[in-house]
């Protein structure tokens, strides 16, 4: 069921962000100078202001400024997956995992038939926005 598939979600997300945010700190900590992000400090307020870079472990608030990775997609999937396999049983868990296996290779038209027919946040689409 989706609440199955949503707990594997967050717990492999709580994982990789864990191995992230200890990687990116590892960076920042050891060779600030270095670990630099122009772009994210020039339009990030508190950054421009003290004139520091975002990611300085020394500021206020130092953050290594990562984020849910593709939030957007993973609301996306998750919201595939409840639709075409929980709601509308279009095709089974075990048809998405096969697919999602082999790449797709041999299952081109429900790669499409996710892309196309799909719920995508910020369409109006009210089933996941």
Known sequence: ???QH???WTRQMQRLLSH???T???GRNKDAEYYGRPLLTGITERAVERGIEA???EGERGKCWNTGLTWVENADTLAAVKKQVNDDKKYTKD???TALETNWDG???KRLD???KAPKRGNDDDYED
């Open 95 to 97: 048809q998405k995992i």
């Open 6 to 8: 949503y707990d594997a």
């Open 114 to 116: 996710i892309v196309n």
């Open 55 to 57: 990611v300085n472990p």
């Open 107 to 109: 299952y081109e038209q």
């Open 24 to 26: 990116v700190n590892l």
């Open 1 to 3: 069921d989706i609440e």
């Open 20 to 22: 992230l945010d200890r």
